[in-house]
């Protein structure tokens, strides 16, 4: 149900989880679950009643974008997402976005999304080596990429993402490049590239911590990282978040709310929301979703209020992983300008933007800017010498 | 025979148990004090022997304690000693205050090296020894065997060495008889200008600082106007008593008698172990053999963390009103921030003053590795002593540097000869005596510098030898030694928590294991950091930290900005409380476990 006056508005977007996958990859610390397939139904149902009773107390105005995210929200029946969809009120252009495993797509079910108003598909790729998938604990075959993609783009879905994941043990040098170039092949206006990062509950967690996997190595990911943003800045599209790149006009709208301190509303187990300088989560197993939902009872399980100082310092974190960059606070001028002469920053007028060397250090330069601008409390002492 | 000035000098001993660890020695006070009718036993170990309780978790003795007992119709005095080599001249102290000596060897056992020692300072003390085999209820018990090997070692005869069991009881009033019969009464005249021998201190939070004491002659009077001699002060004898052992005031001890002094000092270090009290009013001459605590063994002291500093320094400042015998003075660290060098008798006297502080005072603390006193000669003859190896002068303003050296007596089953040898040869030992003294048991004497032995010999010791080894040693004086200073450099910055003092043939060694250490600890900057070791300004030892190229989150998933911000602040955290040595940020924990590892 589309709406339609919508302009000078400020943006919202609204994330919808699905927590359910196939298979769980080996990296994967989200709240997904694969073996909770009888509460699926149960679960779409919830979703619709959370969305009708944020309708109803005008919490939930037309969105300027929509997220499926998950899990593997093209698990779903199409029919099933397409329920949920048509509760989410939306402005006109809204963007909305599912994120699909190649292998669990086809043409019917593509062109039923496309017919309920979704407008981009963000494909989990990962890679295009199929020793490089085994080592991520992927199942897809790199056909299915292609096929994926062509079915996305003949339901009428152009707008489509590819979701790269770099580091992988056994991944050399020519496999990133042999994905990279393979992607390309596919035409998409939009890239995620992202670097394997182990979180320690998870199967690769464990095996690197056991000894038993090494971990990705810091030097390769950087290489890899470069490579990347020189292939696909060169095939015209340069970076506009530290791991996106897109054909200018193709930048996820979705993901820019978040970057911006934007509002979104979150339907569904483990759903962030934000709204004016609050954050809140929502309960994350979907049992307890059900049971909130069922009660009649709010599924949000925590909310933090950011007082000015910590928005400020979190706007800072945010910006400065984007090409827009960030407007340095005036106590970290020094250590900007320091940051600006070690090559890791730009300046474009009021603000500084992270080089490329930059980007990869964007957590050491950040926290840099953020302690030079903290009046600061602690003891230093005379150096090297009794 | 009322305590006080009423003794019968000629029915008065005053005597000292000495034995190694674990051969008895405090179930056998248990048992002297049980016969003599003072206490039970279980409240007795509370007020007299090992009153601290790292002293009975380690099982030896720190300070000296006494108590006045009567059996037959005899007044004894027991002064127990510390147990272990760090506390020699408290131990020299001890004995001093006695005529005579029980010397405790536990029947399987045999002559251990502290059995030596306590024997020759007994002997040099001019002590009657009475020589005793313990535990002679156990099968393993040999009292033959180690009886004649008292006689050939110690030149006691072995018709005089008594059996006893403190365990059981058995012997031990036969013990108390020969204390009685072979000891020598004291003598002294109680109308003399009064001189009476400080030979223990501690702090009471109540009543100030309590001594021991031994009257020599004279007589203390309690009210009476006291002439501390090497102190310089006066002070009022606020209260003179026994302990029995509850401590009882008296009106007077007179000559050959032991007890306690109360007067109103409030530090240690006005009553040290070895001063001479007399009166005021007619003051007596000092007596012999005092001497200031010297430390010989140094550390630097810091905690953990930093707000800790202040707490330290109280801490310090308290646990010296009872232990006047260690130093410390502030110093400053790049790497460790603000602590305190520490000066310690030994490396037992090091380790119980860190223990204490981080237990009695909830410290948490790092120590530099420890080291000993160099006395380094310049070019132009003056002579320095250096207690931390950062202020070493550079090698082109020195002559030469002596370090000390220790005599180290070493008993051990005949098996363990060889890698004992090897050790003390590693250790740059010198053999000064290998003798038989039975056909099983060894006697090695070692001159060895006392840097060898202060961080892990006495463990090695034990475990080349299962245990079997004894040690005991005493200081040599110096020695002129091809000695170097390893200074560690951060980017160029000397960190002045890993610089030492080593044998040249050592330096590369220290060198190679300090800087992969410290690459291993130190974080990735934001380019290249060298570590360096250097002797007088030559690089022996390069690593490198390199440039850090990564640090970036891949992604803030479905717009969970929360967790990706609390990450930075605990970062931002983080990097203000980093260490700047120089351009080079190292967080202080890595120093810490730089160090550590050293100490494991």
């Known amino acids: 149900m589309p709406s339609s006056t919508d302009a000078g508005r400020r943006d919202l977007g609204v994330y919808v989880h699905i927590p359910f996958c196939a298979t769980r990859c080996d990296y ?100 295009m080596q199929p020793h490089v998938l085994a080592a991520l604990g992927r199942t897809h075959d790199p056909a299915n990429v292609t096929r994926a993609v062509a079915a996305a783009r003949d339901a009428g879905i152009e707008n489509l993402n590819l979701d790269l994941i770099y580091g992988a043990h056994g991944e050399s040098r020519a496999d990133w490049d042999a994905t990279l170039e393979a992607a390309l092949a596919l035409d998409p206006p939009h890239v995620s590239a992202y670097a394997l990062t182990v979180e320690p509950p998870t199967p690769l967690g464990r095996r690197v911590a056991a000894g038993t996997s090494p971990g990705p190595d810091d030097d390769d990911q950087a290489a890899k990282y470069e490579r990347a943003d020189e292939v696909l800045g060169g095939s015209g599209r340069p970076w506009y978040e530290v791991s996106n790149w897109a054909r200018p006009g193709h930048e996820c709208r979705h993901h820019l709310l978040y970057w911006a301190q934007g509002d979104y509303v979150g339907i569904g187990c483990a759903a962030h929301a934000h709204r004016a300088g609050v954050r809140s989560w929502n309960v994350r197993a979907p049992e307890r979703y059900l049971e909130r939902i069922a009660a009649g009872r709010s599924p949000e399980a925590g909310r933090e209020t950011l007082d000015p100082a910590t928005r400020a310092d979190e706007a800072l974190g945010l910006a400065l992983r984007t090409r827009a960059g960030a407007s340095v606070p005036a106590a970290a001028a020094a250590e900007a300008a320091a940051l600006e002469a070690a090559g890791l920053l730009a300046r474009r007028a009021e603000r500084v933007a992270l080089t490329r060397r930059g980007r990869l250090l964007a957590t050491e330069v950040t926290v840099r800017l953020l302690a030079a601008a903290t009046p600061t409390v602690s003891t230093s002492v005379a150096v090297g010498t009794r | 025979m009322t305590p006080g000035a009423g003794l019968d000098i000629a029915r008065s001993r005053c005597f000292s148990l000495l034995s190694h660890v674990d051969h008895g020695k405090s179930t056998l006070a248990d048992r002297i004090l049980e016969l003599c009718g003072a206490v039970d036993a279980r409240s007795m170990r509370e007020q007299f022997l090992d009153s601290m309780d790292l002293e009975r978790e380690r099982g030896i003795t720190i300070k000296a304690q006494n108590v006045r007992l009567t059996w037959r119709d005899f007044v004894l005095h027991l002064i127990d000693t510390p147990g272990h080599v760090d506390f020699g001249y408290e ?63 110690l030149g006691i005869p072995a018709p005089d060495v008594l059996r006893i069991s403190a365990k059981t009881g058995q012997g031990v009033p036969e013990l108390l008889d020969a204390v009685v019969d072979r000891i020598p009464a004291p003598t002294g005249d109680p109308d003399a200008p ?61 000559p050959g008698e032991v007890g306690y002094l109360i007067a109103g000092i409030k530090d240690v270090g006005e009553a040290r172990v070895g001063e001479t009290v007399t009166g005021a009013a007619r003051p007596g001459a000092p007596l012999a053999g005092y001497r200031d605590p010297k430390p010989m063994v140094f550390c630097g002291l810091y905690p953990v963390v930093g707000d800790e500093y202040a707490d330290l320094r109280d801490a310090l400042e308290k646990l010296r009103l009872n232990d006047s015998s260690f130093t410390y003075e502030p110093e400053t660290s790049g790497a460790l921030g603000f602590g305190f060098r520490c000066g310690f008798l030994g490396l037992l006297h090091m380790e119980i003053i860190r223990e204490r502080l981080e237990r009695e005072y909830d410290l948490s603390l790092v120590a530099t590795s420890p080291n000993v006193e160099y006395r380094a000669v310049r070019v132009d003859g003056a002579v320095e002593m250096v207690d931390n190896p950062s202020a070493m002068p550079p090698p082109s303003e020195l002559e030469t540097i002596e370090e000390p050296y220790v005599t180290v007596t070493i008993l051990t089953p005949t098996d363990y000869v060889g890698p004992l040898m090897d050790l003390a040869q590693a250790r740059r030992g010198e053999q000064t005596k290998l003798e038989y003294l039975a056909e099983d048991r060894v006697e090695l004497v070692y001159a060895l510098p006392l840097a060898e032995i202060v961080v892990d010999f006495f463990d090695q010791l034990k475990s080349r030898t299962r245990g079997y080894a004894s040690l005991d040693y005493e200081p040599a004086g110096y020695r002129p030694a091809d000695l170097v200073k390893v200074e560690v450099l951060l980017n160029g910055v000397p960190v002045d928590a890993f610089s030492t003092i080593v044998h040249r043939q050592e330096a590369q060694d220290y060198a190679r294991r300090m800087t992969v250490r410290l690459r291993e600890l130190i974080p990735r900057q934001l380019f290249d950091v060298p570590i360096q070791a250097a002797v007088g300004g030559r690089i022996i030892a390069r690593e490198t930290v390199k440039a850090k190229r990564k640090d970036v989150l891949a992604k803030c998933y479905g717009g969970d900005v929360t967790r990706k911000r609390k990450l930075l602040e605990r970062q931002k955290e983080g990097k203000r409380r980093m260490k700047q040595i120089g351009r080079v940020e190292v967080p202080q924990e890595a120093f810490v476990a730089a160090l550590r590892l050293d100490e494991s």
């Open chain 2, 194 to 254: 009064l001189q009476g021998l400080l030979f223990d201190s501690y702090y009471d939070p109540y009543r100030g600082v309590v001594s021991s004491v031994r009257v020599f002659n004279g007589t203390l009077t309690t009210g009476a106007r006291l002439r501390y001699l090497q102190a310089g002060a006066t002070h009022e004898a606020e209260e003179v008593g026994v302990r029995t052992p509850d401590p009882t005031p008296v009106a007077a001890l007179g």
């Open chain 1, 28 to 127: 994967c610390d989200f709240a997904t679950w694969t073996d909770r397939g009888g509460l699926v139904d149960a679960y779409v149902d919830a979703c619709v009643t959370d969305l009708r009773r944020r309708v109803a107390a005008g919490e939930l105005t037309p969105a300027s974008s929509v997220f499926f995210g998950g899990g593997t929200p093209s698990l779903l029946a199409p029919d099933a997402l397409v329920r949920i969809l048509d509760e989410i009120p939306r402005r006109a252009a809204a963007e909305v976005t599912v994120e699909c495993n190649p292998d669990s797509v086809d043409g019917p079910k593509l062109r039923t999304y496309a017919r309920a108003g979704v407008n981009r598909c963000s494909f989990g790729v990962q890679s």
């Open chain 2, 91 to 153: 131990v020299s102290r001890s004995l001093a205050a006695c005529e005579g000596a029980v010397l405790l060897v536990d029947a399987s056992q045999g002559i251990e090296a502290q059995t030596l020692a306590n024997c020759y300072a007994a002997l040099e003390a001019d002590l009657t020894i009475v020589a005793v085999l313990n535990k002679i209820d156990l099968p393993q018990a040999e009292p033959d065997r180690r009886a004649d090997e008292i006689e050939r070692v």
